[in-house]
């Protein structure tokens, strides 16, 4: 009886299977006698792969810190004052007056090359082959963005013993850090060729357009080997002093989230009516991205420098296959 069961279902999924593969390996309007209208509507699957280049505008954003100096009677050299206050070293020296740490230049824009690699599923528009919308993901993967110093610039001082003001070139921070985003997006593609049907052996220029969801990571290792952050009493909890006072700040990890805006530009060649390679340009732009110090069981936060205007350039090959 069971092996009766068994015979009885599986020749009812065969008689149910093949109407509906039948219906799969047809889309269009049914128009009578087994016969389909093709409205050139198809489901998409794409993946593609290649390099990601990304450029951005590095702002300083450590927030107001006043960090004070004390210059030599000759007005040759000049300290900070928490390197005078541990070495003792600056006995008979003037107090030159304070500088805000936020207002110190970063040294070095964001400069990125690494890895990109994406995927998308999607839908060519009925009667429209031409349109396609597609929900797509992209990953570019870490890359590094360092500095030493991180902040650097001819500085004016204020609040000093002296008559005079002193200029001087400030130097603060060194940075060891990381980069990586992935990106969500919606997007529309218009191919250009006549007719319903995508030509194969030829090639078929296209542009795209949408916006998307970024979630980018950062990784900071924030260093002072200028002594001038390690006597700063509101960083001490973002790290631990060593045993020659410097301060040894924790490894930071921060998520920025984004709207993404994107362009993209490229040709693809038909292999078959249903396989297609893909060369092109994807273009991201993402408002803002930011670095951060952490404490040591993650409970506060303090930012330390942002990317703005960030633009990531994707150059990426990859195969589309249309059912």
Known sequence: MKQNR???L???LCIFAVPAMAGWQYPGTYVGDGWYADDGSRFIISVRGGASIGRGDVKNSAGAISIGYYVDPERT??????YCEVTGACSGWDYAGYLDMNAVPVTKDLETFSFAAGAS???????RPQWRLEAGWDHITKSDYNASPLFAGDMTLVGGDIPEQVSAYIESGSVNSQISTDIISAMAFYDFFEGTFKPT???IPYVGFGMGYADTRTVL??????GDLSDQSELEPFGE???NGILRFYKSERSTTNVAWLASAGVSYGLTDQAFLDFGLRVAYLPEVKWGLRNEDDTRHREWFRAENIFYTNIMMGVRFEF
């Open 10 to 12: 599986s020749t009812l």
């Open 121 to 127: 599923i999607g839908w060519t528009i009925p009667n």
């Open 241 to 243: 002093f060593n045993e």
């Open 221 to 226: 290792n924030l260093s002072d080997p200028y």
């Open 6 to 8: 068994i015979y009885i």
């Open 201 to 203: 052996n030829q090639i």
């Open 77 to 82: 050299q000049i300290a900070t004052e928490g």
